[in-house]
């Protein structure tokens, strides 16, 4: 028989796509990456995950796994040699238990984001994971590239909201890993290797995570902020004056923000005049476990002082539920507005805080120097040291010309972001966008051991090749 | 030149110890192992430590890392055919930089974690790791065993606490990964890899860890409580109420703290008639960012709630900073209490929350089915599901007679622990005291997952043998 006619024999003909049905799963989201695929598979088990996984390493056939499809690195679109199999997880999609004595619940790698914030919610808890794409990534991508988000000042990334894994192997092996523990310390932390590996050592299949109280109050706050070192001062003082209340906190710069009031005329500032044009906005959220009255206080209490040390020239706190969710979304809208400004060239990074403000300072200032008159688009989470530093075209520059300097910028903003001490993919992860980057900004030592490691628990290579290490 | 000579060339002979010099080193902490070594070194760098295991990378002998020689299971203990050589980290203990605007400090393995906790309250900062051990324990140790402790319920185990770290691997590489980044998504997690890993893949030298804002001030609670289940309901109220405010949650059997008030006379509880014979205790400790009327305000809020819900029978609020310390000293002093009593077995095991009390009441009773009139000394970090499940001597009971049946008293709880879906070392590790029981409650294909990583990172098998899995 033929690895197709194995694969409809064990799934069914109707779970393994083949010809144009696989084009949306060939294609990666930003629709950066076209590959081919000898077919898409859609088991619905783990047991079914084990037995495509033992089909394919008796054949040599690559396998792909692929969530939501969502990812920003290419990380779960095969090569265009049309050899690899896609295993889509998408039916494996049940919640398969929540303990609310225990504060965890155990899903499958298959199951919509979003659709686990809601089940955690009626139940009277919070699952904290929270980024753009929850409508439709899944929380199998989201382990396989640990994702961040916005909440991780508080809650960290994926990996730290994760207490146990069901894991089918490279040797299509299950590794039941479904531990709801605190504490477990009883050999080798498999399950972080596998979180972040982006489905290059095995396939998650389940996780046990953790939940959280529902907050009783969540309140946010907008503030126009003369400089990035302000910015980082006023994340020291809210860090000290909130404690762990603070869940949020975000630096936009502000023709992020004048741009999506310009762009979307039903959003508006919170501010008039000179604050409406600040050179940078920062973001606040409060989660409370009292009132909000006593989230409101507490902000006027600690942004007071920060304004009266000048650390930031203005403050609006949102009186209501509803004006908080605006704030937020003249967040969550920098990068609709950004997409209407045109192609612009993106960065994923990450730096030690204490370095944000001389990154920004000198990298914007190489770059004008390399490339005069382009645009800067900067935001991104400053709790977690976390840019999304995206530079646009010149005035007078076709878009084209822009896109044709993209490896020279990479360059310049990366070399940079090393030299400061910090990471070229912050939360996105590698995939194949990155994997040629790594070799220049990774200890060689790391590296040494990255692919020992890749060789020791998928000694065949059949596991998402081309992604994240070369052999 | 033999072994011992080219160490002595190397580090010189001040700092190669032999003979009744290793004494200290060679015996655990416990006193339960007695191992021997060809010498003891203590080098002073990291370029030292790696040029000590090239050295007996190449003449195959056997290393066993030493930090403080605290640990509870053997782990830094040498076998007794004198064949390894003991690498102290002791002399690597500086603390290399504090970094208070990304809230980091930079240290090495040999800092004392006491040394570290002052170093950051120095720095106006919080390094929240605390543990019984702390006076001598070496941050390296707390790494390599990733400790837990009593602060895990809000900030975590070490292993949560860390960025970076430098690592010497098996080959004497040294991997510079001392990274102080929130998010970094660029390739396999090696470092919660050798975290834990009680260096048999390696030897961590430094790590970067994270620190946090000084509490305003902290308030503790005692509390009656009349059984384990409601014992978790008020956990479950506690996280609600508090939120991360929440930095303590102990349960302690009524009879630890009724021996630690006889045998010590200097300390009382806080209730008088019923209260104090209370089958249960349960210990909170709230840290505030406003103020300590604040947090005790909050205390009388949410216990008031519990008391009326029945979840507790009496409670005790600390009226200052030292009665706050008078509890916790109570809790602290259950050990002592119980070494007075005489030797007891221990055990460190963790389960889900919500199955806490079906495990005490069905565990003790196999015991006093299978070992009658024997004494339960049950108390631990409930917050974290985390019980130092501890069995004492049947009044007339010999004390030989009750450690003869170690063996099977093990196999009682830990076939317990294993049906209740839990942990049996929740936070001392494995080392040599637990290896061979590894094997009975392991998931095989993660055993055998181990061992392809053992096999990947430390081919020749030198880095502390006999401790974690067997190759």
């Known amino acids: 028989m033929t690895v197709l006619a194995e694969l409809q024999a064990l799934l069914g003909a109707d779970h393994v796509l083949t010809g144009d049905d696989t084009d949306s799963y060939t294609l990666d989201w930003r629709g950066r990456y076209r590959g081919r695929a000898l077919a898409v598979v859609r088991p619905d088990s783990t047991e079914s995950v084990a037995a495509v996984v033992r089909l394919c390493a008796r054949h040599s056939v690559p396998l792909v796994p692929q969530g939501g499809n969502t990812g920003l690195c290419g990380g779960a679109t095969p090569a265009d040699d049309g050899k690899a199999v896609i295993l889509s997880l998408a039916r494996l999609n049940r919640v398969r238990a929540i303990d609310t004595d225990n504060d965890t619940m155990t899903v499958e790698a298959g199951c919509v984001l979003q659709a686990l914030q809601q089940a955690a919610e009626q139940a009277g808890r919070l699952f904290p994971l929270s980024l753009a794409a929850e409508g439709s990534c899944t929380i199998g991508g989201n382990l396989a590239t640990n994702a961040g988000g916005t909440q991780v000042l508080r809650y960290g990334n994926t990996r730290d909201l994760t207490l146990g894994l069901e894991v089918v192997t490279a040797d299509g092996e299950i590794w039941h890993g479904l531990r709801g523990l605190r504490k477990d310390n009883t050999g080798y932390d498999l399950r972080d290797l596998y979180i972040g590996s982006e489905g290059t050592l095995g ?9 959280f109280p529902l907050p009783v109050a969540r309140c946010t706050a907008l503030l126009a902020v003369p400089d990035v070192e302000s910015g980082v001062q006023l994340l020291g003082r809210a860090r000290q004056g909130f404690g762990a209340a603070l869940t949020g906190f975000e630096l936009m710069a502000g023709n992020c923000l004048q741009a999506v009031v310009r762009l979307f005329p039903q959003q508006r500032l919170p501010f008039a005049g000179e604050s409406a044009q600040s050179p940078w906005f920062a973001l606040l959220e409060l989660s409370d476990s009292e009132s909000e009255a006593h989230a409101r206080e507490r902000f006027e209490t600690v942004l007071g002082e920060a304004i009266e040390a000048g650390l930031a020239t203005d403050a609006a706190i949102a009186e209501n539920i509803t004006q908080s969710r605006a704030l937020w979304h003249l967040r ?13 060239i993106k960065h994923d990074v990450s730096l030690p805080i204490s370095r944000i403000a001389d990154f920004v300072r000198t990298t914007n200032a190489l770059l004008q120097r390399d490339f005069p008159g382009v645009g800067h688009v900067i935001f991104g989470h400053l709790g977690d040291g976390n840019l999304h530093y995206n530079v646009t075209r ?18 310049v903003v990366h070399d940079s ?55």
Do not use: C
């Not at 396939?203 to 939940?211: F, P, R, V």
């Not at 969550?332 to 612009?344: F, N, R, V």
């Open 203 to 211: 396939i998650i299949t389940a996780a046990t995570l953790k939940l």
């Open 332 to 344: 969550e809208s920098i990068p609709l507005a950004e997409a209407e400004l045109g192609k612009s």
């Open 394 to 411: 010149a005035p007078d520059q076709e878009e084209a010309a822009l896109l044709a300097q993209q490896p020279r910028i990479y360059g």
């Open 417 to 471: 972001v090393h030299a400061h001490g910090g990471s070229i993919s912050a939360e996105h992860g590698v995939g194949q966008l990155k994997i040629d980057e790594l070799p220049r900004y990774k200890d060689p030592v790391e590296l040494a051991l990255m692919r020992r490691i890749k060789k020791a628990l998928d000694p065949t290579g059949i596991m998402n090749p081309g992604k994240v290490v070369r052999p």
